[in-house]
């Protein structure tokens, strides 16, 4: 089996790599050996390859800067999956390719579920929504997973400005009504591997393919995640100026930003979890692994 893995630099493509490469023949890329926004570049990349299967955690996540660039945006998050679909029709090959909470309008409480109606709030958003459909549409053996709040050992994230915010300020303030379930881009690569491995045993034929959300279980807010990542690395004897306690709870409102963020990013995981019958492990699990590789 041979498999294209997009975004190899990023959180994600990072710990895919290590999660694929028992698996098949990898050719792992990133912006310096494919533009993404270039569908021409993108084919033949595509073409000269020939891959069994296309891996696509690649995507344009400056969600505020997206409000301005939407055309690179729409490029990259949009057109790009299409054309991997279309180009994977051709092959007879399969996508995996990975969205968001954003797709939804995100308030209440309830968990979303994948039937539920989208409302993307910000360009980020729908440019994903639009992408999930363009790849459904272009490829029918494609698998796409909706994901929350994703965090690694490689790359930028809320955990590692978070500590280091807090080795640096006296006093940090962190936003308290928006819900969702960090997820470790570990488990989210590891899941990828046993899907991967159940199609290169069993083949395409029969393989639920379709849009699933996987998160890690349990709920908190970005203040408390933030509570938990310095209390880690407090207890790992990395020096804070700030404490678990004094950190701050601020509203949505007292933070403003370009785009707007959902204040619910629950996910319902059941359909996956039954499909395929994997387990999705609690959030502090994942974080905690996370922490003890970056500290």
């Not at 895919?16 to 890329?29: C, D, G, M, T, W």
Request: glycine fraction near 8%; charge should be negative.
């Amino acid at each position: 089996m041979k498999l294209l893995l997009t975004g190899c630099n990023g959180q994600l493509g990072f710990e895919l790599q290590r999660s694929l490469a028992p698996l098949a023949e990898l050719v792992a890329i990133d912006l310096d050996d494919c533009d993404l926004s270039s569908e021409s570049d993108l084919r033949a990349f595509i073409q000269t390859v020939k891959p069994d299967g296309i891996i696509n955690p690649a995507a344009y996540t400056a969600v505020d800067k997206a409000e301005n660039d939407s055309m690179l945006a729409r490029k990259v998050n949009t057109d790009a999956p299409r054309i991997m679909g279309e180009e994977a029709a051709k092959l007879g090959a399969f996508v995996f390719h990975y969205s968001t909470d954003y797709v939804f309008e995100g308030v209440g409480e309830q968990f979303y579920k994948e039937s539920d109606a989208t409302n993307p709030q910000n360009v980020y958003g729908q440019t994903k929504r639009d992408g999930e459909l363009a790849l459904q549409q272009s490829c029918q053996q494609s698998l796409i997973m909706r994901t929350s709040w994703v965090v690694g050992a490689h790359g930028g994230n809320f955990a590692k400005t978070m500590l280091r915010l807090a080795a640096e300020r006296d006093s940090l303030s962190v936003v308290a009504d928006q819900y969702g379930a960090p997820t470790s881009a570990a488990l989210l690569a590891d899941v990828t591997a046993q899907l991967v491995g159940r199609i290169k045993q069993q083949g395409q034929q029969g393989f639920p393919f379709g849009l699933y959300h996987v998160v890690a279980s349990g709920v908190t807010n970005w203040h408390a995640y933030a509570q938990f990542v310095i209390a880690e690395a407090i207890k790992a004897g990395k020096p804070m100026k700030v404490h678990p306690e004094t950190i701050k709870p601020i509203a949505t409102s007292d933070y403003p930003v370009p785009a707007k963020r959902p204040a619910n990013s629950r996910l319902d995981t059941s359909l996956f979890q039954r499909t395929f019958n994997l387990q999705l492990p609690h959030w502090e699990h994942g974080v905690s692994h996370v922490l003890k590789q970056i500290l």
